[in-house]
């Protein structure tokens, strides 16, 4: 018997039978095969938002969950950058980590200036009771999966389609917190007062997020990528222990799932954002996680990551969000330093920001960047 439970979806048996249109750029899904690519292929972590006078336009007219929730608009946010720049080589389905714990059971407000709001965050043990004992993804989350299938026809083949969720650790802080946090006080006041029943939050978050990522694939996700935006806040100890065992399960329960469903296997990436020790980060190597793709955050110089996260792996990232506010010249140069530092790592590469675009980016000024990866990245 094996320890993983296959979920429930929908299309478990008429996946087969969809054909997708045939892909006309699958640079990504090369790279995240570890094969050598002419260029590194490129993407951004939030593509699709704040930046965009075309995604604040939606968002005048719908509030930020009715747009994850209603198939038509997430794919139509997820197009956009994908229609305005046509050098991006991946699209990333438009969703949020935290429909994680509203599938759980927990509510979760997006307030214009605090940023996510779960309004009775878990504050001892005995409030896990209040989480669902069992989800039921395809009931609480189908609609991502209808907005995976629908934004997959959308691009017609032009870029592969990425799905996500956030880790345990970053979700079980949200869930703790109830927000966001400076001081982590109450998700690490759990770690250290009730490491039992912190592991139990955090492989009871890990379920979901395995059937989530399942249910994204069988959807027409063709990557998958796992968010652990806090994993820096931990010590070493504590990522060790608690953080990356739960996204080493997720691993092994999406390849199991896949398996049992018949459906072949994906590329899958960790970005564990603030993880430097070099401990740690020898802790990432393929053989240890299972993940084909490590993204770095920009602390991070490739080169001395290669050499505690070693070969079989690729690497993912890591230029400075704030690149992108050094204007045509700065970015250029930039650009032309760190491809270099890539290019001697080695094996795969797929070229990102070390941390989602922020605010206030212009768009021409993410054009420019992308095409100074196209340049500054190819082989010699
Ligand atoms: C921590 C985290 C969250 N969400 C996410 C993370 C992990 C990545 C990271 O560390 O940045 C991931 C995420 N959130 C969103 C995506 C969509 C796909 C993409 O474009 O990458 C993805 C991949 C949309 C979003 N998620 C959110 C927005 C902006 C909300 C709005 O329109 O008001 C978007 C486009 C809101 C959100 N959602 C979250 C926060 C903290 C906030 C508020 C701050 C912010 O705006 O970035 C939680």
Avoid at 34 to 61: C, H, I, N, S
Avoid at 112 to 131: H, M, N, Q, S, Y
Avoid at 255 to 283: I, N, Q
Wanted: hydrophobic share 40%.
């Amino acid at each position: 018997m094996s320890e993983f439970t296959v979920p429930t979806l929908a299309n478990a048996a008429t996946w087969k039978d969809v054909q997708w249109p045939e892909m006309k750029n699958d640079l990504v899904l090369r790279a995240a095969r570890g094969e050598e690519t002419p260029r590194a292929p490129v993407w951004v972590m939030r593509q699709a938002g704040r930046y965009l006078p075309e995604f604040l336009a939606v968002r005048k007219d719908h509030s930020f969950f009715e747009c994850c929730q209603t198939p038509e608009l997430a794919a139509k946010l997820t197009l956009q950058p994908i229609d305005r720049y046509p050098l991006l080589d991946a699209s990333i389905i438009f969703c949020d980590i935290l429909v994680v714990p509203q599938a759980l059971g927990m509510e979760v407000l997006m307030e214009p200036t605090k940023g996510p709001v779960l309004p009775e965050p878990l504050r001892k043990p005995e409030d896990l009771a209040r989480l669902r004992e069992v989800v039921d993804v395809q009931k609480e989350l189908g609609y991502v999966f209808d907005a995976i299938s629908l934004t997959r026809k959308g691009l017609d083949g032009r870029v592969p389609l990425i799905g996500f969720c956030g880790a345990p650790w970053t979700l079980m802080a949200y869930m703790c917190e109830g927000g966001g946090s400076k001081t982590f006080e109450n998700s690490k006041g759990w770690l250290y007062k009730w490491p039992v029943e912190s592991k139990k939050l955090i492989m009871k978050v890990a379920d979901v997020c395995a059937d989530l990522l399942v249910g994204q694939v069988l959807a027409g996700a063709q990557m998958l990528q796992v968010f652990d935006s806090w994993a820096g806040e931990l010590t070493p100890h504590h990522f060790a222990e608690f953080a990356l065992p739960a996204c080493v399960y997720i691993q092994k329960k999406v390849r199991h799932c896949l398996r049992e469903l018949g459906h072949a296997d994906v590329p899958m990436t960790l970005f564990a954002k603030g993880v430097h020790s070099p401990a740690s980060l020898a802790l990432l190597k393929k053989e240890l996680t299972g993940y084909d793709t490590i993204g770095l955050d920009c602390g991070l110089d490739p080169v001395e990551a290669r050499q505690l996260l070693g070969s079989g792996l690729n690497l993912q990232g890591n230029f400075d969000p704030a690149i992108l506010y050094g204007g045509r010249e700065g970015i250029e140069r930039e650009v032309a330093r760190v491809c270099p530092r890539f290019h001697e790592a080695g094996e795969g590469w797929i070229a990102n920001l070390g941390h989602g675009i922020t605010p206030n980016v212009k768009p021409e000024d993410m054009g420019w960047f992308l095409e100074c990866v196209h340049k500054y990245s190819k082989r010699a």
